[in-house]
């Protein structure tokens, strides 16, 4: 599941903190703008898709009058634009109960691949303290990266791998080319029942969850378990909203409730369990 996230052996910097307050205040106070014909509006633009958040020459200038600075590029300041641009992504780019939770006054990051708190990880490049500073909890000083590996060349240093998994077979060649292993299918014990249908596409959000969550009481009025997978743990809490408004039980297994998994998946089998999980 963790492939994509290289091991790091880090160790504490001893850099101030004060600077990214200093920067987060000023984000609330600039503009959004958008980019049309090739010109630039507002103090600043975000494109989601390239995950990227920039200011533009009127956003730098703004910056400079809010923070007090001659100019920003100049080699004195160049930290502090740093931690401007950090806490542009923060305020943009990086949303509560999505890419992270807020847990004991500490951010910790939610793993986009498996909706999983991924404790003791820290976002590098003075990312995370921005986003401690936009939560107004202690900012931990920044961590420089001491040494870093793969999880791939990792697994290569031992001589013998071996796994068990539900979902190797439609990776089968990955696993021959990286690792040089053979894919084995063990059969289901019991003939498979499932039946897989076509998606469905709905016009707008609010007519998905709509049917999201009559489906889901249909399930639960005759009897049948049901499991709702999501994407974020945003959007396990609105379907969760939506079926306490309707008086419909359920359990909820996200980010925010990872320490009750083993009890709520004991309980997801039974007459009528609804469980939504990311």
Same mark, same amino acid.
């Given at each position: 599941?963790? =492939?994509?996230?290289?091991? !790091? !052996?880090?160790?504490?910097?001893?850099? $101030?903190?004060?600077?990214?307050?200093?920067?987060?205040?000023?984000?609330?106070?600039?503009?959004? %703008?958008?980019?049309?014909?090739?010109?630039?509006?507002?103090?600043?633009?975000?494109?989601?898709?390239?995950?990227? =958040?920039?200011?533009?020459?009127?956003?730098?200038?703004?910056?400079?009058?809010?923070?007090?600075?001659?100019?920003?590029?100049?080699?004195?300041?160049?930290?502090?634009?740093?931690?401007?641009?950090?806490?542009?992504?923060?305020?943009?780019?990086?949303?509560?109960?999505?890419?992270?939770?807020?847990?004991?006054?500490?951010? *910790?990051?939610?793993?986009?691949?498996? %909706?999983?708190?991924?404790?003791?990880?820290?976002?590098?490049?003075?990312?995370?303290?921005?986003? /401690?500073?936009?939560?107004?909890?202690? *900012?931990?000083? /920044?961590?420089?990266?001491?040494?870093?590996?793969?999880?791939?060349?990792?697994?290569?240093?031992?001589?013998?791998?071996?796994?068990?998994?539900?979902?190797?077979?439609? @990776?089968?060649?990955?696993?021959?080319?990286?690792?040089?292993?053979?894919?084995?299918?063990?059969?289901?014990?019991?003939?498979?029942?499932?039946?897989?249908?076509?998606?469905?596409?709905?016009?707008?959000?609010? @007519?998905?969850?709509?049917?999201?969550?009559?489906? !889901?009481?249909?399930?639960?009025?005759?009897?049948?378990? $049901?499991?709702?997978?999501?994407?974020?743990?945003?959007?396990? /809490?609105?379907?969760?909203?939506?079926?306490?408004?309707?008086?419909?039980?359920?359990?909820?297994?996200?980010?925010?409730?990872?320490?009750?998994?083993? /009890? *709520?998946?004991?309980? $997801? %089998?039974?007459?009528?369990?609804?469980?939504?999980?990311?």
């Amino acid at each position: 599941d963790e =492939a994509r996230t290289p091991l !790091i !052996i880090s160790g504490p910097s001893d850099e $101030a903190t004060d600077k990214y307050y200093k920067a987060d205040a000023i984000i609330p106070q600039l503009r959004k %703008g958008e980019e049309v014909d090739g010109v630039k509006t507002g103090d600043y633009l975000v494109d989601e898709r390239q995950h990227t =958040a920039v200011l533009t020459e009127e956003g730098v200038d703004k910056a400079e009058r809010l923070l007090g600075v001659g100019n920003l590029y100049e080699p004195s300041n160049m930290e502090l634009l740093h931690c401007v641009e950090q806490a542009l992504k923060a305020h943009t780019l990086y949303r509560l109960d999505h890419q992270y939770v807020v847990q004991d006054g500490e951010v *910790i990051i939610v793993d986009d691949f498996t %909706g999983r708190l991924m404790k003791g990880r820290r976002w590098s490049d003075g990312l995370h303290q921005a986003v /401690e500073a936009k939560e107004g909890v202690k *900012i931990e000083k /920044e961590n420089q990266t001491l040494a870093t590996i793969t999880l791939q060349n990792y697994f290569r240093l031992y001589e013998k791998l071996s796994g068990m998994t539900g979902t190797a077979e439609t @990776e089968a060649a990955e696993f021959q080319s990286t690792y040089k292993l053979d894919v084995i299918v063990i059969p289901t014990h019991q003939p498979m029942v499932r039946k897989d249908f076509s998606d469905v596409i709905y016009r707008t959000l609010p @007519e998905k969850w709509d049917a999201v969550v009559e489906e !889901i009481k249909e399930c639960h009025d005759r009897g049948q378990p $049901a499991l709702v997978g999501t994407v974020s743990v945003e959007n396990s /809490e609105l379907i969760a909203r939506r079926l306490q408004r309707d008086a419909v039980p359920h359990n909820v297994l996200n980010a925010k409730f990872h320490e009750r998994e083993a /009890e *709520i998946v004991a309980q $997801a %089998g039974r007459k009528g369990a609804v469980t939504i999980a990311t």
